[in-house]
């Protein structure tokens, strides 16, 4: 079965399994490594994108659900690597071992189109899926903050 998606704002045909995980058709078929494999179960959120602008946790997403859709990946959110969620993250020094990064920023990324602004109760509650093994969550958290333009401590 060909499956047509539009990944990154490129559309593409992929003769794969359709009950291929969108994970494996992302990083192998298409050679997007930025998507991370995790857990393999939806619990950890390194496998994060979009998909028509909402999250998915690719590991568990069949390839056919994203037949006819968009998917934009950690690759796609800001090509030049200039997404203000990006810029924040270098900037408040987030990444560790870095593992989780491109998943948690696909989570923030979606938080931030739906609320600009969202509250630190708001911040934490959306990010909860998405797991830390370095423990940087203050350090996510005042990313992005500071992506939303909002002061850093204001708690």
């Known amino acids: 079965m060909s499956v ?11 003769d794969v ?10 990083r192998d078929v298409l050679g997007l490594t930025g998507t991370k494999f995790g857990c393999g179960q939806a619990f950890c959120g390194a496998c994060t994108v979009h998909l028509d602008g909402q999250v998915v946790r690719a590991c568990v997403t069949p ?9 934009t990946t950690i690759e796609g959110l800001a090509p030049d690597g200039n997404h ?8 408040m020094g987030v990444p560790q071992c870095g593992f989780c990064q491109a ?12 609320k600009p602004k969202p509250s630190d109760d708001e ?10 093994r370095c423990g940087t969550y203050p350090r996510i958290r005042a990313a992005i903050r500071k992506a939303a333009g909002m002061p850093e401590n204001d708690r």
């Open 84 to 91: 203000p969620l990006q810029k924040a993250w270098a900037e």
């Open 123 to 132: 911040i934490d509650q959306s990010m909860v899926g998405n797991l830390c």
């Open 63 to 71: 390839v056919r659900r994203a037949d006819g859709h968009a998917v």
């Open 4 to 14: 047509r998606i539009r990944v990154n704002g490129v559309e593409r045909t992929l």
């Open 103 to 114: 998943g948690q920023i696909m989570t923030a990324a979606a938080l931030l189109k739906k």
């Open 17 to 26: 399994d359709p009950e291929m995980p969108l994970l494996w058709a992302l």
